[in-house]
């Protein structure tokens, strides 16, 4: 089976879970967690494909990206993808998660890419004017990235608009070289 399919249907099954017992939301900041950590520690992925560790061990490997705040629905959650031999599909079910409880919720992801941090009255106009062409409500993150030179890169859901430098001078090199 479309280790895609398997992390739908897990996360969809989890979010039901977690929804009959009115704690999607915290199990959604959880999965953002869980999903954060195998970015930040790629070794996360490979304990959890390797064979030689215990079931046990993934599990405590889980609940310790998950975090120690971490609710019963939550250590519930990891401990039946565990149990299911899923432990290697954790990272796509985490992010699947994350798009369930926003298609559920009817919320929008906007990341925005800056060199310098984007000021609160940017935020608010971003999302206001996000706000105008679609409903519910918007889930907005932002970072600072110095490798963009300058600009902005703004993500909504499956759309990006790339106004940085660096994609400008790269769109220019690209041109030069035709």
Request: aromatic share 6%.
């Amino acid at each position: 089976m479309d280790s895609g399919t398997i992390s739908k249907r897990y996360a969809k099954a989890i979010y039901r879970f977690a929804a009959e017992k009115g704690e999607e939301t915290p199990l959604f900041e959880e999965m953002k967690t869980v999903a954060k950590q195998f970015s930040a520690f790629p070794a996360l992925k490979k304990a959890l494909e390797n064979p030689t560790v215990s079931p046990k061990e993934k599990e405590a490997l889980l609940l310790a990206a998950a975090g120690k705040n971490a609710g019963e629905t939550c250590k519930n959650a990891l401990r039946v993808v565990v149990e299911n031999g899923r432990a290697s599909s954790m990272h796509s079910i985490a992010m699947m998660y994350e798009k369930v409880y926003r298609d559920e919720k009817n919320m929008v992801q906007v990341n925005l890419t800056t060199v310098i941090p984007a000021d609160k009255e940017t935020e608010k106009s971003l999302i206001s004017l996000i706000l105008k062409e679609k409903s519910g409500t918007v889930d907005f993150l932002t970072k600072t990235d110095n490798e963009i030179i300058g600009g902005f890169i703004v993500e909504i859901d499956d759309l990006r608009l790339d106004a940085s430098v660096k994609n400008q001078l790269n769109q220019m090199r690209l041109e030069l070289v035709k």
